[in-house]
């Protein structure tokens, strides 16, 4: 059973960047079938798809977003990574790191609460 | 990007009726269309992929319908544990977008 767990900082400060670490266990990050993404969801509000990566290091990013993102992937380490720049309060959200194929998100991270203020 | 649309917001049935979820997309999404299911504190889970398709595990009460713009989630007899929220997301166009979801609660 693949399993994905999100790691780095909970506060982040107004205008600084957002670096989360998704690290997968259970299988292959470099596995055909999945890509890996970053979904977030603001307290009390839906989901938004910040971004995604193919194994083949293809990305394609929200265009709401794609100015300040940057989604990479460390295949020896079997980990992924976000990056989101010049961060503001409408940031604060619970970000996700999943793993989804055909478009549809089979795995999900626990989630990991980003709240931006200084 | 296509905007989806759930209604109603909150929808309140008692347990053992059926409860009826709807999902409109702003565009023809084809059969584009999964379904998710989130209770508190958890993270979602995938009921319906295809508009249609049952995922793996997912008790046959649950049943969806349509394509194109118009989708329907149905919940046969709801048991205690179907009460959550309900998103709708299309994945014909990228980014895939979600629904703003349906809270299903106990009458």
């Known amino acids: 059973q693949v399993q994905l767990q999100e790691s780095g900082p909970g506060l982040v400060k107004p205008s600084q960047t957002l670096s989360l670490t998704c690290t997968v266990s259970?299988?292959?990050?470099?596995?055909?079938?999945?890509?890996w993404s970053w979904i977030r969801q603001p307290a009390g509000k839906g989901l938004e798809w910040i971004g995604r990566?193919?194994?083949?290091?293809?990305?394609n990013y929200n265009p709401s977003l794609k100015s300040r993102v940057t989604i990479s992937v460390d295949t020896s380490k079997n980990q992924f990574s976000l990056k989101l720049s010049s961060v503001t309060a409408a940031d604060t959200a619970v970000y996700y790191c999943?793993?989804?194929?055909?478009?549809?998100?089979?795995?999900w991270g626990q989630g990991t609460l980003v709240t931006v203020s200084s | 990007e296509i905007v989806m649309t759930q209604s109603p917001a909150t929808l309140s049935v008692s347990p053992g009726e059926r409860a009826t979820l709807s999902c409109r997309a702003s565009?023809?999404?084809?059969?584009?269309l999964a379904w998710y299911q989130q209770k508190p504190g958890q993270t979602p889970r995938l009921l319906i992929s295809?508009?249609?398709t049952r995922a793996t595990g997912i008790p046959a009460r649950f049943s969806g319908s349509g394509s194109g713009t118009e989708f329907t989630l149905t919940i046969s007899s709801l048991q205690s544990e179907d009460f959550a929220v309900y998103y709708c997301?299309?994945?014909?166009?990228?980014?895939?977008?979600f629904g703003q979801g349906t809270k299903l609660e106990i009458k």
């Open positions: 999943v793993g989804a194929v055909a478009g549809t998100v089979l795995y």
């Open positions: 259970g299988g292959s990050i470099s596995s055909g079938s999945y890509y």
């Open positions: 990566i193919f194994t083949s290091g293809t990305t």
């Open positions: 565009q023809s999404v084809s059969s584009n």
């Open positions: 295809g508009a249609s």
């Open positions: 997301q299309q994945y014909n166009n990228w980014p895939g977008t």
